[in-house]
């Protein structure tokens, strides 16, 4: 099991600018919802973005602690006007 904080600090030692919001979706403490808003994405596609945090992750799901993830991934600019 991995705790939502454990999430959030291992995504902000791959971009330190991000903004984390993370929610267990079972309370099992292994399906989360991510939501990231980060400048690092700007001129990225959703596969790339997506792929910069599954690499930030990458040890907590090779080791199954996550077993699902969703993940909403924005630059600051998309986020203010998703909002």
Request: no cysteine.
């Amino acid at each position: 099991m991995i705790s939502p904080q454990q999430i959030e600090e291992m995504i902000k030692a791959e971009l330190p600018d991000a903004q984390v919001q993370v929610q267990d979706l079972t309370g099992g403490g292994d399906h989360y919802q991510v939501t990231v808003v980060s400048s690092q994405f700007a001129g990225k596609g959703l596969v790339q973005q997506h792929q910069l945090i599954y690499a930030a992750l990458q040890q907590a799901m090779s080791s199954e602690a996550i077993h699902a993830l969703a993940l909403k991934t924005y630059t600051p600019e998309a986020f203010a006007n998703n909002s």
